[in-house]
């Protein structure tokens, strides 16, 4: 069966420093969802992937998905407070959005 | 715009009680769903609908049951409450192509 494994569970970072996490799947990916969750809160969607290769921008959030739609990363640039959270990838089921299934997660701490 | 409403916030249940958390959208979204959160980990689908009348079960629908009457509501029925079934439920509702709106959660104790 599908396999997608999200790594890494945690990342302490200073704050000003990069970060990045990725999801990796065994198999071919429709397409790929992003969403941050504060401490405490409940999910917020940031981005969907659905194309070979797309990289999308959210001003210090990139986005991109692999050639093979097997692979994604969230890269942060200079981290600030704010970004506090984790950040969880998700995929919808072949060719559709109806069930969608979420990684592990990324747990990212920032310190000031 | 209200969003995705889910009502209680908070609820404790005494095993073997049963209670159902209520979920409301006002966006006309399709598809709705339930995540059950444990502390510490992902997102488990327990159950998702795609338009009214139509449910099918996630990863860990066991104990649970579901039912779409309307565009706008997604009740979720724990039958038998058990220790297990402690945990933070969201409810989620999205139109394709776009991603999911959460509601805030409720967080369930059963004791």
């Known amino acids: 069966g599908q396999q997608v494994m999200q790594i890494p569970q945690y990342q302490h970072v200073q704050e000003g420093e990069d970060f990045t996490t990725y999801c990796n799947s065994s198999t071919t990916l429709s397409n790929i969802q992003w969403y941050k969750q504060r401490p405490g809160g409940h999910p917020v969607f940031l981005i969907q992937?659905?194309?070979?290769?797309e990289v999308k921008k959210q001003k210090r959030l990139t986005f991109q998905f692999g050639e093979a739609k097997k692979n994604s990363s969230l890269h942060i640039t200079a981290t600030q407070t704010t970004d506090v959270g984790t950040y969880f990838c998700?995929?919808?089921?072949?060719?559709?959005?109806?069930?969608?299934?979420f990684g592990t997660g990324t747990k990212l701490q920032v310190i000031p | 715009n209200a969003g995705v409403t889910q009502t209680p916030k908070f609820q404790v249940l005494k095993t073997g009680q049963s209670m159902t958390l209520q979920c409301a959208q006002d966006?006309?979204?399709?598809?709705m769903s339930w995540y059950r959160q444990d502390p510490g980990m992902g997102l488990r689908l327990i159950h998702y609908s795609v338009g009214a009348g139509i449910t099918d079960q996630g990863e860990v629908p066991n104990g649970y049951n579901v039912s779409r009457s309307t565009t706008e509501d997604f009740p979720l029925r724990l039958l038998s409450a058990a220790p297990s079934q402690t945990s933070v439920y969201f409810c989620a509702s999205s139109s394709p192509p776009y991603g999911y709106t959460f509601g805030s959660g409720t967080r369930l104790t059963v004791v």
């Open positions: 998700a995929w919808g089921d072949s060719g559709g959005y109806q069930k969608v299934t």
């Open positions: 966006m006309n979204h399709e598809y």
């Open positions: 992937l659905v194309k070979s290769g």
